[in-house]
């Protein structure tokens, strides 16, 4: 079976521009997580969505940052404007029932 | 909201020997543990959990224990290989296994002697 799917696997653009993160789960999964990886902060969850309902978003650090799930096969992470202190890897995980998280490989995001 | 320690932050152990891994957490209510390795330019892979019903469980050279009175569980790995190099994330989230957001610690970078 196909992992979790990210892309792009890596971004480079320059501050000001929009971001899309996107996410394609495991089929069958009906929870999706979003987490972000720095190493001043490590591992920190921004959303996370059940059934594409948004469950918790208290994680997304601010305003620019938003986060949709139209369907059970695909999430998006967006960031406009983007700022230096976005660059991070970002990660996509999603699961099923109260069964363990998958984790995709990441979007390294690096914003200049 | 919880909080995770994890310790070391970097462990050396030579090959064949045995390596632990230790984590606290402040929330009573967390009953779900899980471990993750990841090596360079991957995501995090689950290696194994527990949870809080169970104070210990095996996979072959993996352990994990936990202590619910004390808020801290650890990982064991016996007989390290080379390819146990990597960094190693406990985690803890209230739900019963994946259906809420995991809180991690700060990760732990072992590293392998030969």
């Known amino acids: 079976d196909a992992g979790v799917i990210q892309s792009p696997r890596h971004e480079v653009t320059e501050m000001g521009q929009e971001v899309t993160l996107r996410c394609k789960p495991i089929?069958?999964?009906?929870?999706l997580f979003w987490y972000r990886q720095t190493m001043m902060r490590g591992l920190e969850l921004l959303i996370y969505f059940n059934n594409n309902v948004p469950i918790d978003d208290s994680g997304m650090p601010e305003d620019r940052f938003s986060a949709k799930m139209p369907n059970a096969s695909f999430s998006t992470l967006k960031i406009q404007p983007s700022e230096p202190r976005d660059s991070a890897v970002y990660f996509c995980?999603?699961?099923?029932?109260?069964?363990?998280?998958?984790f995709g490989d990441g979007t390294r995001l690096s914003i200049l | 909201g919880e909080n995770v320690e994890q310790h070391p932050s970097t462990l050396s152990v030579q090959e064949g020997d045995s390596a632990v891994i230790k984590c606290t957490y402040s929330d009573s209510a967390s009953n779900y543990f899980p471990w993750y390795k990841q090596e360079l330019g991957k995501g995090p892979q689950l290696i194994i959990d527990i949870r809080s019903n169970v104070g210990e469980k095996k996979d072959q050279r993996i352990a994990v224990t936990l202590n619910k009175t004390a808020k801290h569980f650890s990982l064991h790995i016996t007989e390290t290989q080379p390819e146990d190099s990597a960094v190693y994330f406990c985690?803890?989230?209230?739900?019963?296994?994946?259906?809420?957001?995991?809180?991690f610690g700060k990760g732990t970078h072992l590293i392998i002697q030969p």
């Open positions: 985690a803890a989230s209230r739900a019963g296994g994946g259906a809420d957001g995991l809180t």
């Open positions: 089929s069958g999964h009906d929870y």
């Open positions: 995980a999603t699961s099923w029932s109260n069964q363990p998280q998958h």
